[in-house]
């Protein structure tokens, strides 16, 4: 086994950064003049992985989104980790819109992730470990070569490539 060489991919977030981009967003949207006197809120639960908006409208709602995104960018926060739900109708007339962040390869995307890696008949082999993939081969060049193409794809996720052995 020793003469293997092998990587994890993954798609983590670092969850006290998206807490930055959130304290930074709230303290934008208390200065800003365009949202004095309403109700826009932003929650974070961090043991659900969840963020709450809620808003006066929509139009007011996509604003507060468009803060949050430039502060995730800021801080290097993968917009592709945040799972959108649909605006909603919340108490008081105002809208609501649950965002999830999506920690770890989903069974789906990891399927699929392994299967494109078969496809592209690369001489090395991906196994789905939870949520996380691990590819084996005994060329670290053939390895580098995978990592290059799975950056060239595009599943929806923002994948890192750990422990390089």
């Known amino acids: ?84 739900g649909k605006i909603e109708q919340a108490l008081g007339g105002t809208v609501r819109q649950h965002i999830t962040i999506q920690s770890g390869i989903p069974d789906d995307k990891a399927k699929a992730i392994a299967k494109s890696i078969k496809e592209k008949k690369f001489k090395a082999q991906a196994q789905i470990q939870g949520d996380q993939v691990r590819v084996q081969s005994k060329s670290k ?3 580098q070569a995978v990592i290059a193409f799975l950056k060239q794809q595009d599943f929806g996720l923002d994948l890192q490539f750990e422990n390089f052995r």
């Open 141 to 143: 060049d053939e390895l």
């Open 1 to 84: 086994m020793a003469d293997t060489s092998s990587f994890d991919v993954v798609s983590t977030v670092d969850m006290q950064e998206v807490k930055n981009a959130v304290d930074q967003t709230l303290k934008e949207l208390g200065q800003r003049f365009d949202f004095k006197g309403t109700k826009s809120e932003l929650t974070l639960k961090e043991k659900e992985k969840v963020l709450d908006v809620v808003s006066d409208d929509d139009y007011k709602l996509k604003a507060v989104l468009e803060i949050l995104k430039a502060k995730c960018v800021k801080r290097n926060v993968s917009l592709k980790a945040l799972d959108y």
